[in-house]
């Protein structure tokens, strides 16, 4: 196969008047984001800007903000043109202010929140409560409509979108990755998501490469390797790269619209061929290489120093209002995007701009499946007493406790297309190899004759990488489905700070009206055989068990079944519930058996025999039996 | 540039009688490994084989050591013909009996565990003590000489590997990585290491990427991607790949030794330019991708199933011994290596074979760098009390304690040219900037004239990654030299469970008479400035310091340093110690300052006004001041 070089368009897609408002959109958005940056008051500067106005402790990210804008405005235009259901993911999720700009303008903000409306009055508030006491974090969170990924630490973002595309056909998650966080370990190994991907059942992922050069205080790996190493680095990932490189507003929403034109081309490509059954290899997924200045329109130079297209644009380009030539460069910022021509008196977006955002659900910050509470359906349960150890005399039978959780899961995988199974490659080893019989493990890539259930079409995902694992299961819950992620416990902390911040979500989302309860994120955790040959029937290090015994949130729940038979009551319950983190310790050896089935429900369901504990009622090593 | 095509050597620089020797050591160095596997005694079959030879329990990993072992005489063979210093991190540490044979077979096993010799006794006890109550554990480990690499949880071999060529500019790291670990976020990131390794004071790192195609039940991704897009890859992530494919061993050996003459000329040639000063570009290391089979020379089919070159051969590749055709297999299997033309009568290796090792610290298991506590040179430390804050009246005086630190941290990298600072990006943000009046951030890749203090010969080493930072850091230490990793307390849970692998690694180097003490790993954690604006002054998230006083180590100690003179006696403190742990926990603020440096000497001094934890000692959260 020969290598096509990376491309960049040279059509002009957009009319002049297209033009205009795709620009406007993108000047209105801006300037929401540096309003809720800086402003207290004065919200279209109807007056001039004074130190009142301003805030007197200034947070928030700006340097990420006008890309971020930039990408959503271009998405809405196909959204629009194409009648796509389509979601952001956004990687930079520090670039809150623009997130929540973008959904304001969209209406779905106000909606949502009605003491934020649509007029003059509303900005103010909207200015105001971002990042300030009482009011919202300065990152996307559960709070921000559309969001699924927490905006704190970085990683995560392309292989949530993952998680969210399977399943779901008609579904394009458009994930911007930024330059920085493409220097973290997980969202590096998570390029590889297009290996697990069918193009035939799940949805497309667009990652687009937020190439805005820099980080907090340094430049990024990325932006200063030579182009060409970049492209072979994407097309060593097996995708197709795009670029889209310049500071020049025209021409940047041209290269934009035509690039986004050609991409959803090669999309739709790719699924009618795979859909036809037509498709052989591992398709190579376009993606978007956006190269723009950081802080792209904000303040060229501050007090003599470089800070559009440089790292000093990052957090708040400028603070110190007590200088009155801060306060004049921030009104001039401000005007720059003329504020007066893209709102009305009122203080409403005007009607021929409003006009560019998709209707209803079709609003990426409305799109049900960012709030995947409204999709979820509960699963359809065998009878998990069909699968019991017939017990006689507790001790005397021996069986291994997960091989019969493998044939419980091989039902409900049969019956519910809505369910995964996760892991990094530990499934067999972890003895829930029945789940085999009715489905396949998740592969794209090349096979040979001798595999051993990999197909296009398989429902294990299994993938050497915990974090992946973790975040693909993150995004298939947070867009409304089920699922359960069976590793060694030894290397559970890996995804300890994951796991933290999920928690969180969940916790946060608990307080959010309109955010519906997910399905609960499942944890099934085996000992390693050599360490538990020497430390006899017990995990081996509880440490993750206090580590998640620990956190305030409500949402946790750890479990130890002491055989089969509990081991079936605790599965069933766990994957009945949700918005809560379930941590399953249970032995994959051969091992006595103690409760007959009748026994085991009883035990379970008055909370005796189960040693759960909520929050932070931490019990020390529990002696199991 | 034009790209070039990923090169497969064709010359044949082995001689026939080196070629038949570099085999033989191969054949004897599988052959121990199977011996530690499997066997309790009859070590050199001398007699049938007989089930009571055999373990009862088969516990280990073959499937990787057969491709280790390759490498390891190659190895050895370039450390002979051109004089090397060399050491080998293993990767998949997994291969466990392929690092002890080798080092038994090159003589520092015996010298260093007496009661295992170098003859049929020796060789008896070798095999049993593996992975067997009492013995040795089945992993690369800090029992076994010559490893920095725990080989429990995958990931970090390449970043450890950069991190011990820091600063050694006559080593040459050569890094086995295994393709399943390739798929580790971690791993995939530390590719990137090549950007700030300056061939001019450091040593060089030479990856091998050991693509035997599966990982425990599993295909591996970079094993099923097609060969130029594997090319591309490493290609986009700056490397020079080699190739070394097939499974013919006589082949493999005449093209592995050809690719290894040929990419130390390279290394020696971007040595040798840089040296000069004329290096201007981040120079394209070469490395070697090597695809052989799983298990090679191991059984082809066991019951009938594949083994070799397939997943099959992961562990062990057949157990159940009751069954006299599995017997048979292992004894057709060990005899295949020919014992008896490569050991002598009294199992001691023949003298020609084992002339192939280098001699005494050219041993890779010699090494001393392996053994970083024999290099390890206490740091020139300037007085702390030299920087102190004057304090009149407790709580008067306003000072940002990390940036106090910052300058104490200054002078300590001025006078020392062995100690590094590592950090997500964050060294100015955390206020520690002082530090960079004497030296710059490491970059090796492209720059503009605005650049802040980014050069190829910088110590403070920035990458968005707390994996690499913490990988870099460890094999910094574990070669003998000295740093501080600075991290907001929000994300260093990131590293977890690197912690815990560490921390179980001093712990077990301390029980080991020959494994000098390393210097600390020192952490300085700061609050988040939003967070704490909320949160007012105190971190805002313990359970890095529950996480850490939970582990039974005796190697752990957390500082909570109140004001800026405790932190600079809690930073000297640290700084000096070795075999620890140390969390330092600190505010970047401006803050009330408490203590006066004479008051704060002597309540530290005492332990007073100092919170400092040891082992299991959890107090809750403490109250600071
Ligand atoms: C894992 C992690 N480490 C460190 C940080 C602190 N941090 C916040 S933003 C940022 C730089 C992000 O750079 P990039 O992803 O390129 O985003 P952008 O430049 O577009 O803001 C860092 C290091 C973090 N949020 N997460
Ligand atoms: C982070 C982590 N996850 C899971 C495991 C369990 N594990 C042990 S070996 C292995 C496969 C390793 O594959 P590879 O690195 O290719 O080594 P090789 O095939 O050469 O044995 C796995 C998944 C582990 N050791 N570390």
Redesign the pocket.
Known sequence: MPREEGTQAAAQPLSPTELDLIHAWWRAANYLSVGQIYLLDNPLLERPLERAHIKPRLLGHWGTTPGLNFVYVHLNRVIKARGLDMIYICGPGHGGPGMVANTWLEGTYSEIYPNIPQNRDGMRRLFKQFSFPGGIPSHAAPETPGSINEGGELGYSLSHAYGAALDNPDLIVACVVGDGEAETGPLATSWHGNKFLNPATAGAVLPILHLNGYKIANPTILARIPRNALEDLFVGYGYKPHFIEGDDPAKMHQLMAATLDTVLDEIAAIQTEARGGKLTACPRWPMIILRSPKGWTGPKYVDGLKTEGYWRSHQVPFGDMEKPEHVKLLEEWMRSYRPQELFDADGRLRGEIAALAPEGDRRMSANPHANGGLLRRDLVMPDFADYAVGVTHPGRVEAEATRIMGVFLRDIMKQNRNFRLFG???TASNRLSAVFETTNRAWMAETIPEDDHLSPDGRVMEI?S?HTCEGWLEGYLLTGRHGLFNC?EA?IH?VDSMFNQHAKWLESSQKISWRRPISSLNYLLTSHVWRQDHNGFSHQDPGFIDYVCNKKAAVIRVYLPPDANTLLWVTDHCLRSWDRINVIVAGKQPAPQWLDIDTAIKHCDAGIGIWEWASNDRGGEPDVV
């Open positions: 990094p490659d530990e050497l915990e060694y290397f890996i």
